[in-house]
């Protein structure tokens, strides 16, 4: 009998080594692992440099608290603007605590600039932000706030793709807009350009603050640094988490200087957030997908995957409805529940995962190989043959 909580419904399978695109369960199965932590590790299991780049600094020093200046983290942050719209950067641990703080910046904010009552934040109806308490009522889903009472309060919600619904939904009490550019339990919807331009349109226009949650598109998976960057829109606040550790729990909040000045010092705070083992992971990271070519490959990959995704929709229109996505952030929509699909192809040694609309969520490694790609079509294909 496990004593772990029962919060999660769990697959009966375990793993006792990860190399690459590659899972090996303890029954001694092999699998192609397009799930990768749910877009965790975005350079695979095992990734040889980020071990030796962890191994380093565990050598060195591992937490000493944010009371003192951390080398590790000084780098990780300038690369972070360096290459990003932003000025200032906020360590957390995670995806939730990085859209909370997105919220807490906001808020702050306009605090700071003498209005406090500017405090309202909007976001998607049933959107996913994480599940703290705030998170859980800023996604504004019944599954997920069901029982965890009272409401928090200061969230407002508008429809998916519904502009009428979000111009209602504004008052000149809303601090932020924050949005997911592509939703990703939502079902990997993605929000095109001109809807972005638009939102920062309106919000230029209202004085309202743009967060962008990125904590699942960001960190190079759409094949751009950030998802919202082809669009070539400005946001105020980015919350990321997910990809940038690699699969060791980092969280950011990236962020102007314009809203960044209200965060003046004892105004957050965390105890593990910007410890020098994950910043020198994360610094890991950011090494290998800033490498040159490293995005021209991946577009080049996604591209042919794609390709070939949409040849399997053509011969098989009775199963997948639609293919979603940009990047290595893919969906297949199915005509029907997902979840047997996803046991079949788990049966083929495939790993996938569910997203809301009947999408079945394929996020490979972001240096997966054209080769693993053609192992994953070969196996989503014989599931379709063979799919009754
Ligand atoms: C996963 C996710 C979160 C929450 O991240 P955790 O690390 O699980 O707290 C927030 N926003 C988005 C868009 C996510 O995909």
Same mark, same amino acid.
């Given at each position: 009998?496990?004593?772990?909580?029962?919060?999660?419904?769990?697959?009966?399978?375990?793993?006792?080594?990860?190399?690459?695109?590659?899972?090996?369960?303890?029954?001694?199965?092999?699998?192609?692992?397009?799930?990768?932590?749910?877009?965790?590790?975005?350079?695979?299991?095992?990734?040889?440099?980020?071990?030796?780049?962890?191994?380093?600094?565990?050598?060195?020093?591992?937490?000493?608290?944010?009371? #003192?200046?951390?080398?590790?983290?000084?780098? %990780?942050? +300038?690369?972070?603007?360096? &290459? !990003?719209? *932003?000025?200032? =950067?906020?360590?957390?641990?995670?995806?939730?605590?990085?859209?909370?703080?997105?919220?807490?910046?906001?808020?702050?904010?306009?605090?700071?600039?003498?209005?406090?009552?500017?405090?309202?934040?909007?976001?998607?109806?049933?959107?996913?932000?994480?599940?703290?308490?705030?998170?859980?009522?800023?996604?504004?889903?019944?599954?997920?706030?069901?029982?965890?009472?009272?409401?928090?309060?200061?969230?407002?919600? #508008?429809?998916?793709?519904?502009?009428?619904? %979000?111009? +209602?939904?504004?008052?000149? &009490? !809303?601090? *932020?807009?924050? =949005?997911?550019?592509?939703?990703?339990?939502?079902?990997?919807?993605?929000?095109?350009?001109?809807?972005?331009?638009?939102?920062?349109?309106?919000?230029?226009?209202?004085?309202?603050?743009?967060?962008?949650?990125?904590?699942?598109?960001?960190?190079?998976?759409?094949?751009?640094?950030?998802?919202?960057?082809?669009?070539?829109?400005?946001?105020?606040?980015?919350?990321?988490?997910?990809?940038?550790?690699?699969? #060791?729990?980092?969280?950011?909040?990236?962020?102007?200087?314009?809203?960044?000045?209200?965060?003046?010092?004892?105004?957050?705070?965390?105890?593990?957030?910007?410890?020098?083992?994950?910043?020198?992971?994360?610094?890991?990271?950011?090494?290998?997908?800033?490498?040159?070519?490293?995005?021209?490959?991946?577009?080049?990959?996604?591209?042919?995957?794609?390709?070939?995704?949409?040849?399997?929709?053509?011969?098989?229109?009775?199963?997948?409805?639609?293919?979603?996505?940009?990047?290595?952030?893919?969906?297949?929509?199915?005509?029907?529940?997902?979840?047997?699909?996803?046991?079949?192809?788990?049966?083929?040694?495939?790993?996938?995962?569910?997203?809301?609309?009947?999408?079945?969520?394929?996020?490979?490694?972001?240096?997966?190989?054209?080769?693993?790609?053609?192992?994953?079509?070969?196996?989503?294909?014989?599931?379709?043959?063979?799919?009754?």
């Amino acid at each position: 009998m496990s004593a772990l909580a029962k919060n999660y419904n769990r697959r009966k399978i375990s793993f006792k080594k990860g190399r690459g695109s590659f899972l090996y369960s303890t029954n001694g199965k092999k699998y192609l692992d397009f799930v990768q932590g749910i877009a965790v590790n975005s350079l695979g299991h095992s990734n040889p440099y980020l071990i030796k780049a962890m191994n380093k600094q565990a050598k060195k020093v591992w937490h000493v608290s944010n009371a #003192f200046i951390i080398p590790e983290g000084e780098r %990780l942050a +300038k690369r972070l603007t360096q &290459k !990003t719209f *932003a000025d200032y =950067v906020l360590f957390q641990n995670s995806g939730t605590e990085a859209t909370e703080a997105a919220i807490k910046v906001a808020r702050r904010y306009f605090y700071s600039i003498g209005k406090p009552n500017k405090n309202r934040i909007l976001c998607v109806k049933n959107s996913f932000h994480g599940r703290t308490i705030a998170a859980i009522f800023a996604s504004g889903s019944k599954k997920m706030t069901e029982g965890f009472g009272p409401k928090v309060g200061g969230f407002d919600h #508008f429809k998916f793709g519904d502009h009428q619904s %979000l111009k +209602k939904a504004i008052s000149n &009490k !809303t601090a *932020a807009v924050m =949005v997911e550019p592509i939703m990703g339990e939502g079902g990997i919807k993605v929000i095109p350009d001109w809807c972005l331009k638009e939102l920062r349109k309106i919000c230029n226009k209202k004085k309202i603050l743009l967060i962008l949650d990125e904590v699942q598109c960001g960190i190079g998976r759409t094949g751009n640094f950030f998802a919202f960057e082809k669009s070539k829109v400005k946001p105020d606040i980015v919350p990321i988490a997910k990809g940038i550790g690699g699969g #060791f729990p980092i969280g950011a909040v990236l962020m102007t200087k314009n809203v960044a000045s209200s965060m003046i010092p004892g105004s957050h705070g965390s105890t593990f957030g910007g410890n020098p083992l994950a910043m020198s992971v994360g610094n890991a990271v950011l090494d290998q997908i800033f490498k040159k070519g490293f995005f021209n490959n991946l577009k080049k990959v996604s591209k042919y995957f794609y390709k070939e995704l949409d040849k399997l929709k053509k011969d098989y229109p009775n199963i997948i409805k639609e293919i979603r996505g940009e990047g290595l952030l893919i969906g297949i929509q199915l005509h029907f529940d997902q979840s047997k699909f996803i046991k079949s192809l788990e049966k083929n040694y495939l790993l996938t995962i569910r997203a809301a609309e009947n999408v079945i969520r394929i996020l490979p490694p972001l240096n997966v190989k054209k080769n693993e790609i053609n192992l994953a079509l070969k196996i989503i294909k014989k599931v379709c043959r063979e799919y009754k």
